[in-house]
């Protein structure tokens, strides 16, 4: 029997625009979701191949008493230092892109219809022409948004962050508005979820209309 060409989708947007739960709610609907984040904690676990790298070019400091990362600490270093974080960047950008192409081909050879890729940096690396999904030949590249005005709210009450430092997280990547411009389609999640999950729908509807249509005969 026929069957159609996997469908390569790329999932981004800001901190505190929903990424996350629309990606939760493709993967309920059957997609293959993969998240670069979760690889980036695969990859910075006790073991994990980016972990010594990272103890070698931040210092030890960065590594707790139980070998584990200090997240926390790390984080609060490169979202103040550019120079920092793109030296993070040069450490984990391959790593996650050579784990993300073959975690594609796995999905592809099971027959998925729909993979989508997560990645929160996405459009900033194919901007610079780096990043962990640079490479990767996407068929979509859908952005969630919210306005920043809205990050900056939803971060403050997620992580309980002052407004200064959830600013600076937010300000740290690409502006959302940016974002929006450069996306195939936009999901906008600056309201109810209930609106936002209706959007999703009939995306998820939309790429199954048309993975079928482009089934060989």
Not at 68 to 89: T, Y
Not at 150 to 176: F, H, N, P
Not at 181 to 195: L, P
Request: one cysteine or more.
């Amino acid at each position: 029997m026929a069957t159609a060409r996997v469908r390569v989708v790329g999932l981004t947007g800001g901190i505190g625009t929903g990424k996350s739960r629309v990606a939760e709610l493709l993967r309920q609907l059957g997609a293959a979701v993969e998240c670069s984040d979760l690889i980036v904690r695969e990859l910075q676990a006790p073991g994990g191949r980016a972990l010594s790298a990272i103890a070698q070019t931040f210092g030890a400091e960065y590594i707790g008493p139980d070998g584990a990362l200090d997240r926390a600490k790390l984080g609060a270093l490169v979202f103040k230092d550019p120079e920092a974080r793109v030296k993070l960047n040069l450490i984990i950008h391959p790593l996650v892109f050579a784990e993300l192409t073959e975690r594609l081909k796995k999905h592809a050879e099971a027959g998925a219809p729909v993979v989508v890729l997560d990645i929160p940096l996405l459009l900033e690396g194919r901007r610079a022409g780096r990043g962990s999904g640079a490479g990767i030949p996407f068929d979509e590249i859908v952005v969630v948004y919210a306005s920043e005005p809205t990050q900056i709210e939803r971060v403050m009450t997620r992580d309980g962050l002052s407004r200064s430092d959830a600013e600076l997280r937010v300000r740290a990547q690409l502006s959302i508005e940016e974002k929006r411009a450069m996306a195939d389609t936009v999901v906008d999640n600056s309201g109810a979820w209930e609106s936002t999950a209706r959007q999703v729908r009939e995306l998820w509807a939309r790429w199954l209309r048309e993975s079928a249509a482009s089934a060989p005969t």
